[in-house]
């Protein structure tokens, strides 16, 4: 079994900054993909930024220039940098991972951390 738990939301006033953290345990082989999502009330999950093992990124449109994504391979933990915050990123943000397990890989998620962004 593989758990991941993300930390780091919290309260911020829009243009200011919040690092969230996702520790992966269990029994991992290795961590081929971290994936940072969100879902504002009432609308859909979304994408907002993905790493893989190699170091490709991916930003939505939305976050680029403002967003980092990076991963610790040895300590089995991604993080994602959020600058220049907006209230439109409130949500809740949810770390996903594609984990090479014994036999297979599959995709694990954590519980989520609330993000609020005041105007």
């Known amino acids: 079994q593989v758990q991941l738990v993300e930390s780091g939301g919290g309260l911020v006033q829009a243009g200011g900054s919040l690092r969230l953290s996702c520790a992966a345990s269990?029994?991992?082989?290795?961590?081929?993909?971290i994936g940072w999502y969100r879902q504002a009330p009432g609308k859909q999950r979304e994408l907002v930024a993905r790493i893989t093992s190699g170091g490709d990124t991916f930003y939505a449109d939305s976050v680029k220039g403002r967003f980092h994504i990076s991963s610790d391979n040895a300590e089995n933990t991604g993080y994602l940098q959020m600058s220049s915050l907006k209230p439109e990123g409130t949500a809740v943000y949810y770390c996903n991972a594609n984990v090479k397990v014994i036999g297979t890989a599959r995709d694990y998620w954590g519980q989520g951390t609330q993000v609020t962004v005041s105007s």
């Open positions: 269990g029994r991992i082989l290795s961590i081929n993909a």
